[in-house]
């Protein structure tokens, strides 16, 4: 039997959510909980056209899911939504006397990036989303603690923790965003300097594990962590690359991959991050020519860069990973894109690269 830990995912979709969507949403959710830590995974789909006010998923699928949890040894359950502190706290005193923790997507995802964060500014910028997500749930730390005051009816003890736990937060939000501002200051300092040398920069974007971090290192001999997971890349990372046709070098940087659902919370917390992307000349959109899954991780992308406001920039869209398709599927992916001028490369064997310079050169230089 697996040592791993075990995990239900559970996604509550609409009833007209076609099979398709919700397969790659609760794919979506298996890949990151791989990434965390290799769960073994049971996985739960339930239509719904309204959520449960009190538990998000109803009272008989908790029912169905305590008993599936308790036959199967489970010890996570993970909702693909962001639950609302009562709807966490009721599921919390249902499965957590069974030791079972339940989570939604955003707390995974939070797990995720605490486990990759490297420098202080990421492991800031977790903190700051982490304390943004927290921020609601003090209600249910406030309902414990009015219990043990007395009753839910009894104001006193636990009205004033919550207060207190508020404050707290507060501060702590407040003094991670003034040092987040240092930061920003620094590398806007940094910007302003680059530019003033003449240098033009570029940003690689895309969905998470398209293989943003990979043509980084293609581009720029440099050497960066590679994996095949998702969120591997928290930190912004910069490195120069030759133009041989104009004999002239720019800069290249890589950033945090997006996702379906990133909440306004975490996009907001990475802006600091992000920054090399809105103060680009020039976007490299990466794209897994391999994923089959490829159109709406396009859509998702180029949702995130209109909130960013990036949707106005000059853009290359870079379908890579061609060593893993065949000609017939290289053609299709052509046609069907063709109105996006679509480069095709293969960063992890070098294909195309010169190719790539050259489209690049045209639209910073041309």
């Known amino acids: 039997m697996s040592k791993l830990p075990r995990a239900i995912l559970v996604d509550i979709i609409p009833p007209n959510m076609t099979p398709e969507d919700s397969l790659a949403r609760l794919n979506e959710l298996e890949s990151l909980l791989v990434t965390y830590g290799g769960f073994v995974i049971v996985r739960k789909i339930q239509k719904k056209q309204v959520p449960d006010y009190k538990t998000y998923i109803g009272k008989g699928k ?18 693909n939504n962001l639950l609302k502190p009562r709807q966490l706290y009721n599921l919390e005193a249902i499965f957590e006397k069974h030791a079972i923790k339940v989570w939604d ?8 990036f605490d486990k990759h964060a490297t420098t202080k500014e ?15 749930r003090i209600f249910k730390m406030g309902l414990e603690l009015m219990r043990q ?36 200051r620094n590398q806007e300092g940094q910007r302003n300097k680059r530019q003033s040398q003449g240098f033009k920069t570029v940003a690689i974007v895309g969905y998470t594990n398209a293989g943003k971090s990979c043509l980084l290192q293609a581009l720029t001999n ?7 997971e998702l969120f591997a890349t928290l930190d912004s990372r910069i490195g120069k690359v030759y133009l041989p046709e104009i004999n002239q070098s720019i800069l290249v940087s890589d950033t945090i991959g997006f996702i379906r659902d990133l909440p306004p919370e975490l996009i907001e917390a990475f802006k600091s991050t992000l920054a090399e992307t809105i103060h680009a000349d020039l976007l490299l ?82």
């Open 122 to 136: 990421a492991k800031l910028q977790i903190e700051l989303a982490s304390l943004k997500h927290l921020g609601p």
């Open 285 to 366: 959109h990466v794209i897994d020519i391999n994923d089959f899954e490829i159109e709406w991780k396009i859509e998702v992308v180029e949702k995130i860069l209109k909130e960013l406001k990036c949707d106005k920039k000059k853009m290359i869209n870079v379908f890579n990973k061609i060593d893993l398709v065949t000609p017939q599927r290289e053609k299709t992916i052509r046609n069907k894109y063709k109105e996006k001028n679509p480069v095709l490369v293969s960063a992890s064997e070098r294909e195309n690269l010169t190719g790539l310079k050259s489209t690049i050169t045209e639209y910073l230089f041309g």
């Open 149 to 184: 005051a007395g009753g839910i009816g009894t104001r006193g003890k636990g009205e004033t923790n919550i207060e207190i736990m508020k404050r707290h937060i507060a501060a702590r939000e407040k003094k991670i965003k003034a040092d987040l501002k240092k930061v920003a």
């Open 222 to 228: 440099k050497k960066v962590k590679i994996k095949d």
């Open 62 to 79: 908790v029912e169905e899911l305590l008993e599936d949890a308790l036959k199967l040894n489970v010890e996570f359950l993970i909702i």
């Open 105 to 112: 997507k955003i707390d995974l995802i939070l797990k995720i």
